[in-house]
């Protein structure tokens, strides 16, 4: 980067840093670390919900998923708004009236200590995986503007959040997550619309969406029904609605945000307005991933968009066979070019004969370069078989770092690391609050002053902070991100939710029933992942009904049969 784009984020990011501290400043007690005070108004609560959920993969991840894979990703989010009517009528109003801190509280006045103790560890396993993951998203941004190694990255991404949520807690993740999302639409519309206008001049963004609809990226619905189909309408309705409902009623990264709010209205709101803008939110940014494509159809992209493995096999004994197959996969783009100019004018002309023809060329172009492409990621992985050799996360941070002019680089690098601050930072403090409510205070020390329980809260998150980095550096092996993210969860959150469902609606079940129904649920998902018996979206929908099938059943067995007298 040049050194207007360094100014640029530094000071960007320095500023969002120490507003959140001066406006932090204060704490004393724990309600004030984890929950604010309860005192945001309904605009903070939704943007710091919408920037809790989206973190750096969602810029950075959801592009490179769009390019790779198209429009469908969107479907994912399609259960949203029937899951948001029912944590505004159900899960919030029982959340605010026990006045509790963690959601997992709950429980133990329905159930017992133990479905408590299971349903939290459930959450800050999963949680604590997916805010590693998280962790390293923005260390890539730093290791391919470096070229240095992203384990030191990790490292100082890391730490740098642990020293802001430490000394911030919940307000100063609230006051920045406001700011952050502000300046994270502004950016995303002027990285839209720098997309379009770098397109050649007789090419508009029409003819763009055109062609990737030639190529069959503009897939946004399916609705063919099937159970290993990860995107389709019915997965995305019915498993994404399960989902959602398990990630925003009982996640506490999620609760948490919520339950900052002044009051039940206040709260519903915020959940409201995240509702209306998730989806159109996640669609436009998806939708710049395919304008990046349709870009790249007119300028020939990198053989490979990861430029540290790049660097690693131009340093190595294959360095011959790269250039040669880079030499070859410029020749391919350049003949893909001009088949994509013939496409053009036959759009230009309406002349759906050659249209056709240009479609028919062009697929077997593409299909051409891809060959090339796979060969490339075969020789990635004889150099080094631990590479990385899923590079669509790199695919937008490439494109912005190597064609956006000066300045611009900077604001937006400024904009990735502020989603990646604004939702690791929520997830530390909901990891903190959980294990601070649910363990220290409820089983280590019981009667202690509020500040054993802040100093608490802040360790707490420290220690979270570095099991994270942890994650991190393996977090590579894991393949495009924001689809890694969501299948961890589908692991837990089904079960969670299952917990969660009986105690809201079957009154008759106890603790004993639906604890070892959680168990016997999360073994079986477990296995349905590793098998890849269906979808990871479908474990969202097969877990919850498993946990209330199974806890009624185990309730039934277990209730004596008593004779009427």
């Not at 989206?54 to 998923?65: K, L, V």
């Not at 962790?135 to 991404?157: G, R």
């Not at 009904?545 to 309730?555: D, K, P, S």
């Amino acid at each position: 980067m040049s050194t207007p784009d360094w100014i640029i984020l530094v000071l960007t990011i320095g500023f969002i840093l120490l507003y959140g501290i001066w406006k932090s400043r204060g704490m004393k007690n724990i309600e004030s670390f984890l929950l604010a005070d309860r005192k945001m108004p309904w605009y903070h609560v939704g943007l710091s919900v919408m920037a809790t959920q989206a973190s750096a993969i969602t810029f950075i991840s959801a592009p490179g998923q769009a390019y790779t894979d198209g429009l469908r990703f969107v479907q994912f989010y399609f259960g949203l708004p029937l899951a948001i009517i029912i944590l505004c009528t159900s899960f919030i109003p029982i959340f605010r009236k026990l006045k509790v801190f963690t959601a997992y509280e709950y429980l133990e006045t329905r159930f017992d200590q133990k479905t408590r103790t299971l349903t939290a560890l459930l959450f800050l396993l999963q949680r604590g995986l997916s805010t590693g993951i998280s962790i390293y998203l923005p260390s890539i941004i730093l290791s391919t503007i470096l070229n240095v190694d992203s384990t030191y990255t990790t490292f100082f991404t890391g730490c740098i959040v642990i020293f802001y949520t430490v000394y911030g807690g919940a307000r100063a993740v609230s006051y920045t997550q406001m700011l952050q999302m502000i300046i994270i639409f502004s950016g995303l519309f002027l990285a839209a619309w720098m997309v379009v206008h770098m397109l050649p001049s007789n090419v508009g963004l029409g003819d763009a969406l055109h062609i990737a609809g030639k190529m069959g990226k503009m897939n946004a619905i399916d609705t063919h029904f099937d159970l290993n189909n990860k995107y389709n309408i019915w997965s995305g309705i019915i498993g994404g609605f399960f989902l959602q409902l398990s990630y925003f009623g009982t996640d506490q990264s999620q609760v948490g945000r919520y339950l900052t709010g002044r009051s039940v209205t206040e709260s519903r709101l915020g959940l409201i307005m995240n509702g209306f803008i998730k989806i159109p939110m996640q669609f436009f940014i998806l939708m710049i991933g395919i304008l990046v494509f349709s870009f790249y159809q007119f300028i020939a992209p990198p053989l490979f968009f990861n430029a540290h493995e790049v660097s690693n096999i131009e340093h190595s004994p294959y360095q011959g066979d790269w250039q040669k197959l880079d030499a070859a996969y410029t020749l391919a783009n350049q003949k893909k070019t001009e088949t994509v100019n013939e496409l053009v004018t036959a759009l230009h002309a309406g002349s759906s004969v050659a249209e056709d023809s240009a479609r028919i060329h062009l697929q077997h172009a593409d299909k051409a370069s891809l060959q090339i492409r796979k060969q490339a990621v075969e020789l990635l992985k004889k150099n080094n078989s631990r590479a990385d050799v899923d590079d669509s996360n790199y695919v937008f941070l490439n494109f912005v770092t190597k064609h956006f002019p000066v300045g611009m680089v900077g604001l937006l690098i400024a904009i990735i690391f502020l989603a990646s601050m604004g939702s690791i930072a929520s997830a530390m403090n909901s990891l903190a609050s959980s294990t601070v409510i649910d363990f220290y205070r409820r089983i280590i020390r019981k009667d202690a002053g509020p500040s054993t329980y802040l100093k608490a809260s802040r360790w707490s998150t420290v220690g979270w902070g570095f099991f994270c980095i942890v994650v991190a550096l393996y977090a590579h092996k894991l393949g495009n991100l924001i689809e890694a993210v969501n299948k961890l969860g589908s692991i837990f959150y089904g079960t969670i939710l299952g917990i969660f469902l009986v105690a809201f609606f079957l009154k008759k079940v106890g603790g004993q029933a639906v604890f070892y129904a959680a168990l016997i649920t999360e073994v079986f998902v477990i296995v349905a992942m590793y098998y890849e018996l269906c979808a990871y979206l479908w474990l969202n929908v097969f877990g919850c009904l498993l946990v209330m099938i199974i806890a009624w059943v185990l309730q039934k067995a277990m209730t004596p049969f008593v004779k009427p007298v």
